[in-house]
């Protein structure tokens, strides 16, 4: 599960069959019609090989996936910051956006005890955050919000991998809250080139 901010959507000008790399949608043939661009991914890729398409980030392995029908924006492609929930709930709180965690026990609350957590029986309790977060702001309004979540948010120490038993919980690299909100100032950027909201979900 994730968070995904973008830009809001804008009814697209075609089609293009793809395998979802940026580079290789903007190259690939236009369709007017959905049906048809999904008709043509079908054939390609039920087809018994099929090549990298051109522009291809990931030539090695693409061609074992099926290919699909992906809006071209009129805007060309437009940027997104994805974030795991577990790091969403900091970001959307130095942002001042409001979420719901999706956990009676309060998992994301959960994790500033440290870990292993009791159970009072035996086991380890391993919690999973699931958040709720969705809404559209003007880009002008976001730009305000990141920047003054750069202002105010603390030098983020970042925190260790935890092992328990086989699962592994990854941790966040040093600096990991101030990167990542030059990503959202980056999309904010292009978003009022654009003229098109903010919008995360």
């Known amino acids: ?3 995904t901010f ?3 959507h804008r009814p697209p000008i075609g089609y293009a069959v793809s395998c ?3 580079k290789a949608t903007s190259r690939a043939p236009r369709f007017g019609d ?3 661009a999904q008709a043509a991914a079908d054939r390609a890729s039920t087809a018994r090989t099929r090549t990298p398409l051109p522009g291809c ?5 693409c061609p074992d ?3 699909h029908a992906e ?3 009129p805007d060309g492609p437009a940027p997104w910051v994805e974030f795991s929930n577990i790091n969403a709930v900091g970001v959307l709180e130095a942002l001042a956006l409001p979420f719901r965690t999706g956990s009676q026990e309060r998992a994301c609350d959960a994790l500033d005890g440290g870990l292993p957590l009791g159970t009072g029986g035996p086991g380890t309790v391993i919690p999973i955050a699931m958040v709720e977060a969705y809404g559209q702001l003007a880009a002008d309004d976001f730009r305000g919000r990141v920047l003054t979540a750069l202002g105010l948010a603390p030098d983020d120490p970042g925190t260790p991998d935890l092992r328990l038993g086989r699962t592994q919980l990854l941790g966040r690299p040093g600096g990991y809250l101030q990167r990542r909100l030059r990503e959202l100032h980056t999309l904010a950027d292009w978003c009022t080139t654009h003229n098109r909201n903010v919008t995360w979900h």
């Open 6 to 8: 973008t830009a809001a």
């Open 34 to 36: 959905h049906q048809d």
């Open 20 to 22: 979802g790399c940026p």
């Open 1 to 3: 599960m994730s968070v």
């Open 65 to 67: 996936y099926p290919l």
């Open 71 to 73: 809006e071209v924006d």
């Open 57 to 61: 980030d990931l030539p090695q392995i």
